[in-house]
């Protein structure tokens, strides 16, 4: 996003230079085509704009899904380990009672 910024800002200042050249800044010099320019430079930067927009909100969402599974996976990690842990407590107390027979 930051070298987007600078390289439309880099645009503005050649621009600038192109209408200075073209126009001395008059306002009486501005002619049809500088108009043209004008609105196919909106255009340009509204359909780059939507694209890096589109592309950035893509990232986030995956970027929030890995997010989400991952968190899910921590939990169930969690939960195996507590299962594991009953069943080795079981499996404990099975052998405990195996090795001392109560009479």
Known sequence: MKSLSITGLI??????????????????????????????GVGIGLIIGGMVGYVSKGSALKAEEKKKEFKQLQKDKEELEKQAAEIAQREAELQRQNQNPQI
């Open 11 to 40: 645009l503005l200042a050649v621009s600038a230079l192109l209408f200075y050249l073209t126009t001395d800044f008059t306002v009486g010099g501005i002619t049809i085509s500088h108009m043209m320019g004008v609105m196919a």
